[in-house]
Nanobody, 126 residues
């Protein structure tokens, strides 16, 4: 069982930066692949970024590649999403999720995930 709590969302101007955090409970955090998704109003939840169990591999959607960076600190049971050069189209609720599946180099899907946080809202003004 893993409980996930996101933080760090807020209102930022276009071109600005935010860092999201996702704190996990439990002693098995390092056994999960961690994935960030986002969902804008009226749209489906979409993959943003993923990080492998040890943090050595990462994967990004084309829409955020080069602007967002995910990292994790297994000693602190926390995964991060650094978001730079934010655009109004990045406005969404951002969710972290945990998966027990093997690492794959494709966009992760909501059905791949076993645990979800409740999300944190990011609003980017133009």
């Amino acid at each position: 069982q893993v409980q996930l709590v996101e933080s760090g969302g807020g209102l930022v101007q276009a071109g600005g930066s935010l860092r999201l955090s996702c704190a996990a409970s439990g002693r098995t955090f390092s056994s999960y692949i961690m994935v960030w998704f986002r969902q804008a109003p009226g749209k489906e939840r979409e993959f943003v970024a993923a990080i492998s169990r040890g943090g050595t591999s990462t994967l990004y959607s084309d829409s955020v590649k080069g602007r967002f960076t995910t990292s994790r600190d297994n000693a602190k049971n926390t995964v991060y999403l650094q978001m730079n050069s934010l655009k109004p189209e990045d406005t969404a609720n951002y969710y972290c999720a945990a998966s027990g599946l093997s690492w794959v180099t494709r966009n992760w899907l909501p059905r791949d995930m076993g645990y979800w946080g409740k999300g944190t809202l990011v609003t980017v003004s133009s």
